[in-house]
């Protein structure tokens, strides 16, 4: 437990949720704390835990977190606290040794599962100014459609094509308008994009009964994940009139394994950014007191075979801080999400849209970055890069830091790109 | 079993499936035989289906249907031939008699469940009649986009709000951006309406495997229900640029509690419509070998609480056949979606969109039938609707009919509107 003292993610104030799967075991949940991952059915078996009530030791044996995030806040934290207690406790410390398990140099050979049974994704677009960005080379003459600082714009998403990182996204195949065609061919996609984004997870059964309302909205959130919504942009661009996004998205969307806790995430919230002056007051029902975001510093590396090649290490093309992008609160996402009478189920994803900020240097995607494709970034060793190629890696970097804080992160959130012909 | 002869619904050519819940007991797979649901599982008590494989008496055992479907199709049509053998045979009547449940003549009071645990919903907008219809409304000077004729248009739905026949939906509440306003509000809909559709149960594990071939798709459909995909268009014209619809419909959308089988389809089925002279052919991906769709005969049904006062009956506002209306067929929505390598599961539902003719009296939703409202229609008694009013029923019947076929039906699809202030 000492050796969690100075990890860059996962310190004792962090203890991220996650749930892999040993072996022929059934999945549990295990717990990040420095380099190691604590079974929780483990710790529980040494007699850790033995002051929580009986329903939260069962949700703790659980093959997913779904009947954890199922509880009350309170209960959460009172897990956080055991957990706080016991690994302050040198006595405890030889007890979870044998529940203690070294997570590999190589995470990928880790064999993680998606932490919740996802029954609805849903995702938003939350970002001003990826909506501003991606308008402007939709739309030149209305970047921002006169609903947007009204309306939290958001979409249903594809839940089974849901998958944790380090996992390999084929290339999707679609219909495709190549420029000056007049008819559509069925193509591997030339346009793979990544989307940097955060997953909100949805807890508490109580609470989720209609309606959230704004008050109560950033207590349905049971944690935080990193999450990539992989798009084939020439697919979307002909297929989304008027419905949205179908085939473009729905063949992939990466989350990262760990679970931050809406709990761990308390040092980090920020209140949400000022309205410039002319923008319109949120509608009474999405007017949130006290409303908050987090500062999570987020960070996309690309890496690609030519790199790999060279010893050249993974690159970071873009930074950006989700409190500094977003026009719409994880509150307000919630709440939007239910003020028709809509019935979130404990496990819900909410993407928030991708996370970009004003300069290029902190778009959350390629599409803005290399304005679709044709300014690409270049990269060390000299390749350029419009859209993704085959071998290429993605990795999203989450991290928070604060004054009189320590620092946690999110671990990573990545995938490569294959053709499977 | 003499009942079901001449049943309007369920004779014995069609045994549609449900799921009921019998008191506290856990809900159970039953099959509608004229006025009488037959439990399987009393009937496989009494020892009906001894021949049929272990893998198939179990999965007639589970609390849904989604076992079922996830075997072959020869494996339902054993199913089908074990049923159809036991019911004429006279001495198996005795022994099925006590698994044998009547039907309540308020067919609302059976506790039906969702027929199929359905992981995602998908909603496809394959009527050329509907989307002209309503494009028109909203693009006066381009009412058919240029995808149309490519693309099977399609977005994902909401799946925590299917809910089965004869339940009360609760008008929506949501932004609206009144006629003249400059700031939408937040209230109850105005202009609340149904869509009339079919909807596509998949099944077949195996079969679900990318990638779908037109070939193969016909055998990924398990089954067919009655959809009704209730939506609030003045929510919707406000929120769905440039995403498609969210909140307009997340709200509810409603399946008929029988599913009935590909197989029961079979003396239905037709060949697709030609397309009309100068129309593209589909994409070879999406051209199926002897494609087909089903003549389904749809009759939608208004009740108001005033025409009950009056003891009017419940009046047909629209009739279209199903496989007069579609330019996509079942197979081309199936192939299309995994066309981009997308998981498949067993139990997904697939919307075909909306129903409609090419005439007023046969379009499958207010919003075309009335213009938006402009034009409401008039209804026995004299009230008149553009939209739907509180305490309105709205109900959709189904049947087909074939020279040398027996006559076969969906049950209804129902629901009634409530304001819950």
């Excluded at 006169?146 to 380090?166: C, E, L, M, Q």
């Excluded at 002319?278 to 509608?283: F, S, T, V």
Aim: aromatic residues 10%; charged residues 20%; contains cysteine.
């Amino acid at each position: 437990v000492v050796s969690a003292n100075g990890h860059p993610d996962f310190p004792i104030q962090n203890l991220p949720y996650g749930v892999v799967q040993f072996e022929l075991f059934q999945p549990e949940i295990v717990v990040a704390i420095g380099p190691f991952a604590l079974r929780l059915r483990g710790a529980l078996e040494a007699g850790w835990g033995e002051d929580l009530s009986l329903e939260i030791r069962a949700a703790l044996m659980a093959p997913w977190l779904n009947e954890l995030a199922a509880l009350r806040p309170a209960d959460w934290t009172a897990v956080r606290l055991a957990l706080s207690d016991a690994l302050a406790d040198p006595a405890w410390e030889d007890r979870l040794r044998p529940a203690m398990e070294l997570i590999p140099d190589d995470a990928s050979s880790f064999d993680h599962n998606v932490p919740v049974h996802v029954g609805d994704y849903t995702d938003f677009y939350a970002s001003i100014y990826h909506a501003t960005n991606v308008g402007a080379l939709f739309r030149p003459d209305q970047p921002l459609l006169p609903n947007y600082k009204w309306v939290p714009i958001g979409y249903h998403g594809r839940a089974s094509t849901i998958d944790v990182s380090f996992t390999v996204v084929d290339r999707p195949r679609g219909q495709i308008m190549l420029p000056g065609a007049t008819a559509p061919e069925y193509l591997w996609t030339r346009a793979l994009d990544y989307e940097v984004e955060l997953g909100l997870i949805l807890g508490d059964a109580a609470g989720l009964r209609w309606p959230t309302t704004a008050e109560t909205a950033r207590d349905r959130i049971f944690g935080v994940v990193l999450l990539n919504d992989w798009s084939a942009r020439d697919i979307q661009s002909w297929e989304y009139q008027p419905l949205g996004p179908f085939l473009s998205k729905s063949f992939r969307t990466t989350v990262s394994p760990w679970i931050v806790t809406s709990d761990a995430l308390r040092p980090f919230e920020v209140p949400m950014p000022r309205r410039p002056a002319g923008d319109p007051a949120p509608l009474e029902h999405l007017t949130v007191p006290d409303d908050f975001t987090w500062s999570i510093q987020l960070e996309t590396q690309i890496e690609t075979s030519g790199m790999r090649e060279q010893d050249l290490p993974i690159h970071t093309v873009s930074r950006v801080n989700y409190a500094d992008a977003m026009y719409w609160s994880p509150a307000q996402l919630v709440t939007h999400h239910t003020s028709n009478g809509c019935i979130m189920n404990v496990g819900d994803l909410l993407g928030t849209g991708t996370i970009s900020g004003p300069t290029p240097d902190s778009c959350g995607c390629l599409l803005e970055m290399t304005k679709r494709g044709t300014q690409p970034i270049i990269l060390p060793g000299g390749e350029s890069r419009g859209f993704l190629e085959d071998n290429d890696v993605v990795q999203i970097l989450g991290y928070c830091e604060a004054p009189h804080a320590v620092r946690i992160g999110f671990g990573d959130c990545s995938g490569s790109v294959e053709t499977d012909e």
